[in-house]
């Protein structure tokens, strides 16, 4: 039995996951949110991910912490989904960001 390899496999594997894992929040943490842009994140209990929130729309900071246009805190990058345009189209959307954003695209044209 030759369970030395394998072990060091192993190592090198998780190694390189935590890698990449590192790398990806890194750029998130790296990169600025913009305003009305999409974002959605995992729901989290107890350290679990149970569920996943709604599209929300990003709105401007308050006291150094960012929200959604509706006024919900944005938890931190490493929560936060990637999102493709399809999943954007196909999640369910925050009506009061959606809201906010119509309103202020009337507001843009008068």
Known sequence: MNAIPMDTDWQRITRDARAVALADLARDEN?????????AWSECQFGLTNGFSEIHRVGFPQHRNNYTTCGE?????MRWLPLSPAMVRTMGNCKFCEAEMMRLAHEEAA
């Open 31 to 39: 990169t600025p949110l913009a305003f009305g842009q999409h974002i």
């Open 73 to 77: 805190r944005i938890p931190p990058p």
